[in-house]
Nanobody, 121 residues
Framework: QVQLVESGGGLVQAGGSLRLSCAAS????????MGWYRQAPGKQRELVAT???????NYVDSVKGRFTISRDNVKNTVYLQMNSLKPEDTAVYYC???????????????WGKGTLVTVSS
């Protein structure tokens, strides 16, 4: 019904920047909340940042001041600008979207397959 495709991951040195993108497609009526989560090796998946359809944002403390989440409601795309990257930011980053689908108007969470971000020291 709904597909989320991430892009923009890769290898970067500490202090560098990356921009992740996630495009949603399919039987979308409206997307409420969109967000990014990450999972480092041997750790549980954690919230990184979320953004509502109205633009309200929320960040985990460890990325505040370094990461910025934004979205394009026309393109159904969410972005994560990551600056001043640290080795501890190394993880697989997953896109999440809470979507109301057509024609049934049922709402549920969808996930992308993830994109790997590696920050070298």
């Amino acid at each position: 019904q709904v597909q989320l495709v991430e892009s923009g991951g890769g290898l970067v040195q500490a202090g560098g920047s990356l921009r992740l993108s996630c495009a949603a497609s399919g039987s979308i009526f409206i997307i409420n909340r969109m967000g990014w989560y990450r999972q480092a090796p041997g750790k549980q998946r954690e919230l990184v940042a979320t953004i509502t359809s109205g633009g309200s944002t929320n960040y985990v403390d460890s990325v505040k001041g370094r990461f910025t989440i934004s979205r394009d409601n026309v393109k159904n795309t969410v972005y994560l600008q990551m600056n001043s990257l640290k080795p501890e930011d190394t993880a697989v980053y997953y896109c999440n979207a809470h979507v109301v689908v057509t024609p049934v108007n049922d709402a549920k969470d969808y996930w992308g397959k993830g994109t790997l971000v590696t920050v070298s020291s």
